[in-house]
Nanobody
């Protein structure tokens, strides 16, 4: 139900925009979050956006650099973007989007397959 895209290899300071396509009208009622997992580290939530009022939240490590947004205008699919600016090597990870029924991004319901982001000089 969730497909991520937009990952790649960039240099420090550059930008990437990740996309998460949720191909189900029902997912318009789900909060969708971006998570990441780096090798040897636990998975962490990066950002979350709720379904109706589009409230957003961010991990402290990405505040001011990442922006999450959501497009629910198409009834057949929803798209959630993660604009990542001023990327740092510590942002290197596999990024996943996940959908939760409700208003919290806990990763309990649906997951995408992930997209690799590598920040390296």
């Amino acid at each position: 139900h969730l497909v991520e895209s937009g990952g790649g290899v960039v240099q420090p300071g550059e930008s990437l925009r990740l996309s998460c396509v949720a191909s189900s009208e029902a997912l318009s009622y789900y909060a969708i979050g971006w998570f990441r997992q780096a090798p040897g580290r636990e998975r962490e939530v990066v950002s979350c956006i709720t379904s109706i009022d589009f409230n957003t939240s961010y991990a402290d490590s990405v505040k001011g650099r990442f922006t999450i947004s959501r497009d629910n205008s198409n009834n057949l699919k929803n798209i959630v973007y993660l604009q990542m600016n001023s990327l740092k090597p510590e942002d290197t990870a596999v990024y996943y989007c996940a959908a939760d029924y409700g208003t919290s991004c806990l990763g309990n319901d649906y997951w995408g397959q992930g997209t690799q982001v590598t920040v390296s000089s």
